[in-house]
């Protein structure tokens, strides 16, 4: 076989949730039907690892010093809403509803899988919030065990310095039917329940 | 966001079986956490561009003229087993049952898909097979309705220029208990029993 294929089928290999079969695949398919996808798919990766770094605010993936949201005026700078990946980041700028600005964790606190503070750049993230600017810092990680842990390691963290911190609220998602939601998110909907 | 990132996102959807969560996931899993991998892939796609071409003999990915099996001089050249991808051969090979020389069609006929027999280049296997050293081809495509037929047209079309074609034998596998092994397959065993 070819020596060039043996080691296109092994870089493969080092993308997530890929095995030997899958790599194989994609490298025959690459080189039998989209040449031209696989010189397009090796110069984006040249060109990301090239010029990718972290916002310096929000330390976010951006191709300059400051990230063009974390740039642009018109962003409430009072508000800093924490999250775990651009990808959240995202969702959250989707939904139209939040004009502030925004620190990205990159991850989550997660000791199992050797993650803990120090791993996570928290020090960045309390620079950022500390810098006088900054009055209420809402914290947006998931609803999951490790996101509620480093939701709370957070909160801890800047409320001792003097932060307003909130969270997202949790409850019934809109369109639910209380006969298919778990018991854990209705409970916590009843003790979170407002005034109609 | 960065535009590296969308770019780098964008090329990874070329990879097949690949949405855009899953090129997200993976563009930010090396961008974070692997760009030593994200640049080997590079280098491996452009090496593999660049210099993997089709065997001249046998039409397999190759990085010389001439692969290295076809090369090989102690491999029986009267024998001749059409397979429809370099995974097949490499299956083949790990059996050590044969010694003969192969020629990979990279494909198979598949009218849904638009691949006929001139989109699968079967005029370079007649040229391969009648060289005057093959004696015997063995089809060794697919059990699948697309291999089978294949196999048959392949058939016919050496069959007529004179030469022996054989196909892989057809049964029951091995350690297969017949209680779980489907009635096309047991009945193919039937008509295809063998004196003990």
């Known amino acids: 076989m070819s020596r060039s294929l043996d080691f296109l089928t092994e870089a493969l290999r080092r993308l997530p949730g890929i095995g030997p079969k899958s790599a194989q695949r994609m490298a025959f398919h690459l080189l039998q039907h989209d040449r031209e996808g696989a010189a397009m798919l090796s110069r984006a990766l040249y060109q990301a690892v ?3 770094h972290h916002c310096a605010m ?23 809403c924490v999250v ?8 959250i700028e989707q939904t139209l509803t939040y004009k502030g600005l925004y620190f990205v964790l990159m991850g989550r606190l ?21 810098d006088g600017v900054v009055e209420e810092v809402v914290l947006a990680t998931n609803f999951t065990n490790e996101g509620e842990a480093t939701a709370h390691y957070i909160s801890e963290m800047l409320k001792a ?29 009843m003790l979170d329940r407002r005034s109609a």
């Open 84 to 91: 775990e990946t651009p990808a959240d980041q995202m969702m």
């Open 161 to 189: 310095r003097g932060l307003k911190v909130s969270r997202l609220a949790r409850g019934v998602p809109v369109g639910g039917e209380l006969e298919y939601v778990d018991a854990g998110t209705i409970a916590r909907a």
């Open 50 to 52: 090239d010029t990718v």
């Open 110 to 130: 997660s000791p199992l899988d050797g993650i803990g503070p120090r791993d996570l750049h928290l020090d960045k993230l309390v620079g950022r919030a500390s």
């Open 58 to 80: 929000c330390n976010t993936f951006s191709d300059t010093e400051v990230c063009e949201l974390c740039a642009d005026e018109s962003r409430e700078r009072a508000l800093l």
